[in-house]
T-cell receptor, first 110, second 113 residues
Framework: TQLLEQSPQFLSIQEGENLTVYCNSS?????LQWYRQEPGEGPVLLVT?????EVKKLKRLTFQFGDARKDSSLHITAAQPGDTGLYLC??????????FGTGTSLTVIP | DAGVIQSPRHEVTEMGQEVTLRCKPI?????LFWYRQTMMRGLELLIY????????DSGMPEDRFSAKMPNASFSTLKIQPSEPRDSAVYFC???????????FGPGTRLTVT
């Protein structure tokens, strides 16, 4: 059973375009993290959100945590080739069960 | 700090052989995680240690898999006997605690023929 569904699964866009990826669950998260993974490497943490409705910005990346703490989104403005990678959300549930989402593979074409 | 260290980086073995993957977590981190990543199933948590004690091994696929953490600076994941369906990238990660940022190693790419 996959507790965290991400969409889209694959995304290929031109440099300069904007994009949004989504992370959804039927369960409530205690907190949620977003990671980026580049080919041949392990995931690297981008941000942690803990409060419903929270919005965090990291340069051109904007992360939002749903009011009910069941979903999250990542918006990238003016995507660059360096943004290419696999984006993973990871949710911490009550009982300290920690699960990674299915992932969104992003390719930014120069 | 050198980060999480994993060895080997690549392992090719024949079905039925024993495979041992190794991990050195970041010094001072109390939690250690083993993950398996495949295209079909994504990133799956296999087992989680806290202060060298296995806390949650519900993700270990079957008895062929075993993990140990004899001390705070070393952990192993063993597969015996290995099968082709075990082919995947295996990651080790460590963190200060269960809820904190996880620092991943570079992974071990395992191919079982």
């Amino acid at each position: 059973t996959q507790l965290l569904e991400q969409s889209p699964q694959f995304l290929s866009i031109q440099e300069g375009e904007n994009l949004t990826v989504y992370c959804n669950s039927s369960s409530v998260f205690s907190s949620l993290q977003w990671y980026r993974q580049e080919p041949g490497e392990g995931p690297v943490l981008l941000v942690t959100v803990v409060t419903g409705g929270e919005v965090k910005k990291l340069k051109r990346l904007t992360f939002q945590f749903g009011d009910a703490r069941k979903d999250s989104s990542l918006h990238i403005t003016a995507a660059q080739p360096g943004d290419t990678g696999l984006y993973l959300c990871a949710g911490l549930y009550t009982g300290n069960q920690f699960y990674f989402g299915t992932g969104t593979s992003l390719t930014v074409i120069p | 700090d050198a980060g999480v260290i994993q060895s080997p980086r690549h392992e090719v073995t024949e079905m039925g052989q024993e495979v041992t993957l190794r991990c050195k977590p970041i010094s001072g981190h109390n939690s250690l995680f083993w993950y398996r990543q495949t295209m079909m199933r994504g990133l799956e948590l296999l087992i989680y240690f806290n202060n060298n004690v296995p806390i949650d091994d519900s993700g270990m696929p079957e008895d062929r898999f075993s993990a140990k953490m004899p001390n705070a600076s070393f952990s192993t994941l063993k597969i015996q006997p290995s099968e082709p369906r075990d082919s995947a990238v295996y990651f080790c990660a460590s963190s200060h605690n269960r809820q904190g940022e996880q620092y991943f190693g570079p992974g071990t790419r395992l191919t079982v023929t």
